[in-house]
């Protein structure tokens, strides 16, 4: 089933806009659901210039992320990841986690943005 979210100009989700009543102000609806998450996640990761693995977010959305791999070389160093969330309140955007998450950096870039300009934001 397609999630077609409407957001106000400012990216927050309305609550108010159904497919039979729409509010007053200005949306824009883009569909967010893990599909089209997934299909963001592999198309970024295609566009990296090194080899990733591709994982399910098992204690969320089970949408896809991007596994970077490990800054160490022991397999207990938390891995790198990246990624995007779909269907939250604020508009979402890419994501980058270092370290397992102890530090993580957003883009700026939402869902519809081009996967070359993502890539080149991770790289």
Known sequence: MTTWIARHADGRRCLRATSTYDCPRTHTY????PAAVDAAVRDVAR???????L?????????????LGRRGADVDDPTD????????DD???????VDGGA???L????????????????G
Do not use: C, K, N, Y
């Open 30 to 33: 883009v569909d967010e659901s």
């Open 47 to 53: 566009m990296l210039p090194f080899s990733v693995e």
């Open 55 to 67: 994982e399910a977010d098992m204690g969320g959305t089970f949408a896809l992320q991007i596994s």
């Open 81 to 88: 990841r990246a990624g995007i969330e779909g269907e939250t």
């Open 91 to 97: 508009e979402p955007q890419w994501w980058f986690d």
């Open 103 to 105: 530090r993580t950096f």
């Open 107 to 122: 883009s700026g870039m939402g869902l519809l943005a081009e996967p070359a300009s993502v890539a080149r934001w991770f």
